[in-house]
């Protein structure tokens, strides 16, 4: 389990992290929760004030 936190704005988007951020076009960034999805077993978003912390966690085999 990886815990990260940080005390930006936060996310105003309710699937955060299902697609691309900004579609097919991957040179505008945002992409770390896609990813982060794809690659992992869980990803859980727990928005805080101020700030987000993002915890993923993976099963070890």
């Known amino acids: 389990m990886c ?8 996310l105003d988007v309710p699937f955060a992290g299902f697609r691309p951020a900004h579609g097919p076009d991957l040179s505008r960034g945002g992409m770390g ?8 077993d869980d990803a859980g ?8 912390t993002v915890r993923l966690s993976t099963r070890l085999r």
């Open 3 to 10: 815990t990260v936190t940080d005390r930006g704005r936060g």
């Open 33 to 40: 929760l896609w990813p982060a999805r794809k690659l992992g």
């Open 45 to 52: 978003l727990l928005p805080g004030w101020p700030g987000l």
